[in-house]
């Protein structure tokens, strides 16, 4: 039995169908439920910046998240395989009439994600005042709390809608299956096999 996390929304549907592929059979959760439990497989649908720490406390043997939440959390989990969904990038987005200039003495950079943000920055030595916040981060910059964001941009409408754009790619993201290093080692023939079924229904 492998306990798989999923983040809620279009990554989960997108998993599902692969596994209703794979296995061809419906892999539904029912209303509202949180949990469906099959012969082989036990799907959790968490929150999106939750998959890497149920697979990291072994909540959940494998998973699939963004490229972009495992970068920014930096936990010690096996990246076993690009999905090829989800794709999207995160950037740094201004208002839609300004340049990006850093020869500013200092900025402020409004982001929910403070690691990337700062690793960026402080690789370039520009000087930065980071502000965490947990979402509608496209707001800052409007009401000043902010001069610029790091934040997803997957269609750009969010940016477009709100007066902003993006300026600088920082890195591109996609959706990979990530494993828990002791279930790797423990479930390992289970792990490659579903691995291996998923590699081949998404390159077919
Ligand atoms: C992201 C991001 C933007 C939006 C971008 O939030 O913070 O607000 O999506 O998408 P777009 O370019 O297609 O408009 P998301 O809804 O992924 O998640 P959150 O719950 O982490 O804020």
Redesign the pocket.
């Known amino acids: 039995m492998l306990t798989i996390a999923l983040p809620k929304g279009r990554i989960a549907k997108e998993t599902l169908e692969i596994f209703e592929k794979i296995f061809d059979k419906k892999f539904q959760f029912g209303e509202r439920k949180l949990i469906l439990e099959d012969d082989n497989f036990r799907f959790l649908l968490v929150r999106?910046?939750d998959v890497p720490t149920y697979v990291y406390h072994q909540a959940a043997d494998i998973g699939v998240v963004g490229l972009d939440v495992l970068e920014e959390q930096r936990l010690d989990l096996v990246r076993l395989l690009d999905m090829n969904i989800g794709i999207?990038k995160v950037a740094i987005g201004i208002k839609k009439e300004e340049e990006l200039d850093f020869s500013k003495p200092s900025f402020k950079v409004a982001t929910?994600m403070v690691n990337i943000a700062r690793d960026f920055f402080s690789k370039r030595a520009i000087p930065v005042e980071i502000i965490k916040l947990y979402?509608?981060?496209?707001l800052a910059p409007l009401i000043g709390l902010a001069d610029m964001i790091v934040?997803?941009?997957?269609?750009?409408?969010?940016?477009k809608q709100n007066g902003l754009k993006p300026a600088y790619t920082i890195m591109e993201s996609s959706a990979h299956l990530i494993a828990n290093k002791n279930s790797f080692y423990a479930k390992k023939d289970e792990i490659l096999d579903i691995y291996e079924k998923i590699s081949l229904t998404i390159k077919g």
Do not use: F, R
Not at 135 to 138: F, N, R, V, W
Not at 151 to 158: A, L, N, P, S, Y
């Open positions: 999106n910046q999207c929910k979402g509608s981060i496209e934040d997803i941009v997957e269609t750009g409408e969010t940016m």
